[in-house]
């Protein structure tokens, strides 16, 4: 049961330095909750934090110059008037399931002479089971060089600036001519821009390191828009959504063939929502194309996705995701909300918290959100809420924190009612 215990991310945005969670040394804090939600007014950060784990996720998949071109280069997306030579830096505590002591992941993305990003640092450590102490390391990376220690093998942590990293990896490769006869292997990459784990990751002798990429690739970041599902895809049958959702049709073909059970399930659940849709099928054009076709009660003829509405759109593609045979390990879904009626949205908060917590899917949903009638649906463990600081910096802090809020809540009072009220923000 994978799952990222706490966050940090520093000079990403608006995010200066903002703690979600619970890190290795926080040890007061409450991990995150398998179903978490972002709230805030406009402009506090909510959209940041989901976009700085999409910038995780690109890191690992095209490296840190890639990720940063996706996003309108480096200068784009590190925070305002701060000391470029700090770089930019995140942190995921994690855990690979409740017997397993939690994994830190840490890098940081800085500028080369040729002002092009690069990955400076990159440390991955583990507390021993049982034990209260600083975790040790299994990987340290420092501008492209490092050690990886093989195994279940644990080292001893340097002091964390880059001098004493660069001279304890320079040590460690003076004194272990032999990677054989050690636990230790020397590391040196021919592209410092990629992440170590990308590479790593691929090997068996290093089994943690394969589990983190393996957990970081999982990430399913939606970017869905119902104009890209309204699409035409050519035929074939695909089992995962993807990000846009512009294989839609493709998904919908997948699971009539492939799994008529939860396809049935999934028209179940469509249908309580929206009453009208009784039968949701996909039909081959002459010409080669995907259609999906809906049939709604009272009409014989079918209407194709090119005439439903956003909000069907969006929640069909929703319950395919929560029905993929294969679950990601954290979903990401900016405002949900949007596009549906609001009494479908408690029932939709449900369906992402039966998700999050059902051992099979062994996943997370992170969402942000700006509608009461949603997070009535929701504890105050689970919810954070952003605010913009005084220096212009975001913030983040737990509605359970909130003394009166949490107490009011307790008593039975919808936490998206306290929002709407003004009880969960300090103004």
């Given at each position: 049961?994978?799952?990222?215990?706490?966050?940090?991310?520093?000079?990403?945005?608006?995010?200066?330095?903002?703690?979600?969670?619970?890190?290795?040394?926080?040890?007061?804090?409450?991990?995150?909750?398998?179903?978490?939600?972002?709230?805030?007014?406009?402009?506090?950060?909510?959209?940041?934090?989901?976009?700085?784990?999409?910038?995780?996720?690109?890191?690992?998949?095209?490296?840190?110059?890639?990720?940063?071109?996706?996003?309108?280069?480096?200068?784009?997306?590190?925070?305002?008037?701060?000391?470029?030579?700090?770089?930019?830096?995140?942190?995921?505590?994690?855990?690979?399931?409740?017997?397993?002591?939690?994994?830190?992941?840490?890098?940081?993305?800085?500028?080369?002479?040729?002002?092009?990003p690069f990955i400076s640092t990159e440390i991955l450590r583990q507390k021993e089971n049982g034990k209260d102490d600083r975790p040790s390391a299994f990987l340290i990376m420092h501008n492209g060089a490092g050690i990886v220690w093989k195994g279940a093998a644990l080292g001893k942590l340097p002091n964390e600036d880059e001098r004493s990293l660069k001279h304890f990896i320079a040590q460690i490769e003076s004194?272990?001519?032999?990677?054989?006869?050690?636990?230790?292997?020397?590391?040196?990459?021919?592209?410092?821009?990629?992440?170590?784990?990308?590479?790593?990751?691929?090997?068996?002798?290093?089994?943690?390191?394969?589990?983190?990429?393996?957990?970081?690739?999982?990430?399913?970041?939606?970017?869905?828009?119902?104009?890209?599902?309204?699409?035409?895809?050519?035929?074939?049958?695909?089992?995962?959504?993807?990000?846009?959702?512009?294989?839609?049709?493709?998904?919908?073909?997948?699971?009539?063939?492939?799994?008529?059970?939860?396809?049935?399930?999934?028209?179940?659940?469509?249908?309580?929502?929206?009453?009208?849709?009784?039968?949701?099928?996909?039909?081959?054009?002459?010409?080669?194309?995907?259609?999906?076709?809906?049939?709604?009660?009272?009409?014989?003829?079918?209407?194709?996705?090119?005439?439903?509405?956003?909000?069907?759109?969006?929640?069909?593609?929703?319950?395919?995701?929560?029905?993929?045979?294969?679950?990601?390990?954290?979903?990401?879904?900016?405002?949900?909300?949007?596009?549906?009626?609001?009494?479908?949205?408690?029932?939709?908060a449900h369906e992402f918290r039966n998700y999050a917590s059902d051992r099979r899917a062994d996943s997370q949903v992170l969402i942000t959100t700006h509608q009461p009638f949603l997070l009535n649906a929701l504890n105050t463990n689970e919810v954070w809420i952003l605010e913009k600081q005084k220096d212009g910096f975001s913030k983040a802090a737990r509605v359970s924190n909130n003394e009166l809020a949490n107490?009011?809540?307790?008593?039975?009072?919808?936490?998206?009612?306290?929002?709407?009220?003004?009880?969960?923000?300090?103004?």
């Amino acid at each position: 049961m994978a799952q990222i215990e706490g966050l940090r991310i520093q000079n990403y945005k608006a995010l200066k330095d903002i703690t979600l969670g619970k890190l290795w040394h926080t040890h007061n804090e409450k991990p995150l909750t398998r179903l978490t939600a972002l709230i805030g007014k406009n402009g506090t950060g909510k959209s940041s934090v989901l976009d700085a784990l999409g910038f995780i996720s690109d890191c690992l998949k095209k490296g840190a110059e890639g990720a940063c071109d996706e996003r309108g280069g480096f200068a784009r997306i590190f925070s305002k008037e701060q000391s470029v030579s700090e770089g930019m830096n995140f942190e995921i505590c994690y855990r690979e399931s409740p017997h397993e002591a939690p994994v830190t992941y840490e890098f940081s993305v800085r500028l080369d002479e040729q002002q092009r990003p690069f990955i400076s640092t990159e440390i991955l450590r583990q507390k021993e089971n049982g034990k209260d102490d600083r975790p040790s390391a299994f990987l340290i990376m420092h501008n492209g060089a490092g050690i990886v220690w093989k195994g279940a093998a644990l080292g001893k942590l340097p002091n964390e600036d880059e001098r004493s990293l660069k001279h304890f990896i320079a040590q460690i490769e003076s004194e272990h001519k032999s990677a054989e006869a050690n636990e230790t292997e020397v590391v040196r990459l021919e592209n410092n821009r990629q992440l170590a784990i990308t590479v790593l990751g691929l090997f068996k002798q290093h089994p943690r390191i394969t589990k983190l990429r393996k957990f970081i690739a999982g990430w399913y970041l939606s970017d869905f828009s119902a104009d890209y599902a309204r699409s035409l895809p050519v035929a074939g049958s695909q089992k995962h959504l993807n990000a846009r959702g512009d294989n839609l049709a493709n998904v919908v073909q997948f699971m009539q063939r492939e799994r008529p059970d939860r396809c049935e399930r999934i028209l179940h659940k469509i249908s309580k929502m929206i009453p009208d849709v009784n039968k949701i099928v996909t039909q081959v054009s002459p010409d080669g194309r995907l259609l999906l076709e809906f049939f709604a009660q009272g009409f014989d003829e079918p209407f194709f996705a090119q005439q439903m509405s956003d909000g069907t759109l969006k929640l069909l593609a929703y319950m395919l995701l929560l029905e993929d045979p294969e679950p990601c390990s954290l979903v990401c879904i900016e405002a949900p909300e949007n596009g549906l009626h609001h009494k479908l949205l408690e029932s939709l908060a449900h369906e992402f918290r039966n998700y999050a917590s059902d051992r099979r899917a062994d996943s997370q949903v992170l969402i942000t959100t700006h509608q009461p009638f949603l997070l009535n649906a929701l504890n105050t463990n689970e919810v954070w809420i952003l605010e913009k600081q005084k220096d212009g910096f975001s913030k983040a802090a737990r509605v359970s924190n909130n003394e009166l809020a949490n107490n009011m809540a307790q008593k039975g009072l919808a936490l998206g009612d306290l929002w709407y009220s003004g009880y969960l923000s300090e103004d």
